[in-house]
T-cell receptor, first 115, second 110 residues
Framework: GAVVSQHPSWVICKSGTSVKIECRSL??????MFWYRQFPKQSLMLMAT?????????EQGVEKDKFLINHASLTLSTLTVTSAHPEDSSFYIC???????????FGQGTRLTVV | DAKTTQPPSMDCAEGRAANLPCNHS???????VYWYRQIHSQGPQYIIH???NNETNEMASLIITEDRKSSTLILPHATLRDTAVYYC???????????FGGGTRLMVKP
């Protein structure tokens, strides 16, 4: 079945630095990818919708200048957390839907810890 | 806001059937019922979906009431590896993002 791969699985960074997370659709083209954030013991919350070749759409309350999204190809979307702070520590998950199927596919998630 | 309501937690004995309920009383005629699960520290995994008819695959069965206002996910023989948070989601298959509610935390016990 369709697979979405996310990298890295975990990352620890110093406060003030930037971290890039990659999301790839391995066997299908994804014009749209979704980025979620999940805090401990909470559900997934949509952060933004990544659109290939155009600007991402951000959910209310999500700072677009802090969470930079680039969807430069039909198989790759990246999320860059800029000037990370400890409160940005969370589990980040990407998702994509193959137009040929109905279900959504999710990456393995990236656990970000900002120290 | 999520359009589904699920119990926050359930326990199930290993080897027994796990029946996870979901209420979706405001579901529209073109919306499907999807089930995903999330094992700790992993991304969600698709389980099954349906529109009106009951569905079965190698992982689970989905029973949807005739009025479509509720459904039940059945894991016929739960194993310890089925311990996870199970999310019931309604979606119109338009390729949009999925909205996650609180889900049900299923604990399968020996």
């Amino acid at each position: 079945g369709a697979v979405v791969s996310q990298h890295p699985s975990w990352v620890i960074c110093k406060s003030g630095t930037s971290v890039k997370i990659e999301c790839r659709s391995l066997d299908f083209q994804a014009t749209t990818m979704f980025w979620y954030r999940q805090f401990p013991k909470q559900s997934l919350m949509l952060m933004a919708t990544s659109n290939e070749g155009s600007k991402a759409t951000y959910e209310q309350g999500v700072e677009k200048d802090k969470f930079l999204i680039n969807h430069a190809s039909l198989t790759l979307s990246t999320l860059t957390v800029t000037s990370a702070h400890p409160e940005d520590s969370s589990f980040y998950i990407c998702s994509a839907r193959n137009s040929g199927t109905t279900e959504a596919f999710f990456g393995q998630g990236t656990r970000l810890t900002v120290v | 806001d999520a359009k589904t309501t699920q119990p926050p937690s359930m326990d199930c004995a290993e080897g027994r059937a796990a029946n996870l309920p979901c209420n979706h009383s405001t579901i529209s005629g073109n919306e499907y019922v999807y089930w995903y699960r999330q094992i700790h520290s992993q991304g969600p995994q698709y389980i099954i979906h349906g529109l009106k008819n009951n569905e079965t695959n190698e992982m689970a069965s989905l029973i949807i009431t005739e009025d479509r206002k509720s459904s039940t996910l059945i894991l016929p023989h739960a194993t310890l590896r089925d311990t996870a948070v199970y999310y019931c989601i309604v979606d119109n298959n338009a390729g949009n993002m999925l909205t996650f509610g609180g889900g049900t935390r299923l604990m399968v016990k020996p």
